[in-house]
T-cell receptor, first 113, second 113 residues
């Protein structure tokens, strides 16, 4: 099993550009999450999904969108990138044991200039 | 007041030392508790769950005090490979379809040879 995979690993965007961060898991987990981690700050939940076709906002959803058309995939869309979105983005998934037993992807380091 | 507070460290300890990390949480409705480990520039990984009765996994012992809203992690016989950031994570039920994980900012441990 590959677990949770994310692409790309690194990306530099210009202000106003858009991009999609890809996330795929092969553990047949229903729950999937997007977090961002800023230096010196705890992980913040952006969006989450409890199953295909169901998504909901987390703590910091502004400037982002998600979709969940399949159990495996949970892409995160950044529209009109801003410097405040410079961060490390982690995708995670969890199964029936609940969100506390989460498996994280390796992260995407995004810089917006 | 932050929902989950940790001493950021760094804790610099020699190999073989015993080190303890503490964490406090503000939401008394919190239901479950975890310690995650995050290596430099890597994703967080679940280290262990924390139960009211306390639990032990090899050299690691986690304790929960619900009355004081306090969680601890004890590492005995520290190894160089224990060097990492330790994240305190709390799962509180906010009444939605899924629970919400709150991450502390982490405590940095550096084990010295």
């Amino acid at each position: 099993n590959a677990g949770v995979t994310q692409t790309p690993k690194f990306r530099i965007l210009k202000i106003g550009q858009s991009m999609t961060l890809q996330c795929t898991q092969d553990m047949n987990h229903n729950y999937m999450y997007w977090y961002r981690q800023d230096p010196g700050m705890g992980l913040k939940l952006i969006y989450y999904s409890v199953g295909a076709g169901i998504t909901d906002k987390g703590e910091v959803p502004n400037g982002y969108n998600v979709s969940r058309s399949t159990t495996e995939d949970f892409p995160l869309r950044l529209e009109l990138a801003a410097p405040s979105q410079t961060s490390v983005y982690f995708c995670a998934s969890s199964g029936t044991t609940g969100p506390g037993h989460a498996f994280f992807g390796p992260g995407t380091r995004l810089t917006v200039l | 007041r932050k929902e989950v507070e940790q001493d950021p460290g760094p804790f610099n300890v020699p190999e073989g030392a015993t080190v303890a990390f503490n964490c406090t949480y503000s939401n008394s409705a919190s239901q479950s508790f975890f310690w995650y480990r995050q290596d430099c520039r890597k994703e967080p990984k679940l280290l262990m769950s924390v139960y009211s009765s306390g639990n032990e996994d090899g050299r690691f012992t986690a304790q929960l005090n619900r009355a004081s809203q306090y969680i601890s992690l004890l590492i005995r016989d520290s190894k160089l490979s224990d060097s990492a950031t330790y994240l305190c994570v709390v799962n509180a039920d906010y009444g939605g379809a899924t629970n919400k994980l709150i991450f502390g900012t982490g405590t940095l441990l550096a084990v010295q040879p």
